[in-house]
């Protein structure tokens, strides 16, 4: 049973992780100072045109995030004999990078992204928790997960979060 309730934790924690580094790339290049000429001779960088992955897509690789930290967990309790409070928050620290790389990749108004990043936003409170796995069961994730798994089922996609 606690394995179980792991995952959910996990998940959370490496989403609201990564959500919350998104936000300080920003400070520092505010902070820098840009003359008029600079932006003037310099072109604005191009990015790259990518098209967003579709909520079928943003579905399978959540679901693939999803086992490889289930994995990882498995890994750390079958050498350490149970998951310290440090392996949890790395655990889902990583997934929590990994699932926003995914929420970044979608398109931003589709049903999946949107519960996805919901998911991430309850998963990373817990993160940040003295005892993740304990603050992960609420109801705010339990919702979180009911959504992103509703969203997925509507795009032919069965995952369990």
């Given amino acids: 049973m606690n394995r179980l309730r ?24 505010a902070a820098t100072p840009t003359t008029a000429s600079t932006s003037a001779d310099s072109p604005a960088p191009a990015s790259p045109a990518v098209d967003p992955i579709d909520d079928k897509e943003v579905c399978e690789k959540a679901q693939k995030t999803g086992t490889e930290m289930k994995q990882a967990i498995v890994r750390v309790v079958a050498t350490e004999g149970d998951a310290s409070v440090d392996a949890t928050k ?16 979608g398109s931003p108004d589709s049903d999946a992204v949107i519960a996805l990043k ?8 817990a993160a940040k928790a003295a005892d993740p796995l304990t603050a992960m069961d609420t109801p705010a994730i339990d919702k979180a997960s009911k ?15």
Avoid at 7 to 28: H, M, W
Avoid at 118 to 125: I, L, S, Y
Avoid at 153 to 159: C, I, N, R
């Fill in 6 to 29: 792991m995952f959910p934790a996990v998940a959370a924690l490496s989403l609201l992780t990564l959500t919350a580094c998104g936000g300080e790339d920003a400070t520092p290049a």
């Fill in 147 to 161: 959504d992103f798994n509703a969203a997925c089922k509507k795009a032919g996609v069965e995952v369990n979060f």
């Fill in 118 to 125: 919901a998911f991430v936003t309850e998963f990373e409170k």
């Fill in 90 to 105: 790395a655990v889902a620290t990583q997934m929590a990078k990994d699932l926003a790389e995914t929420v970044a990749s």
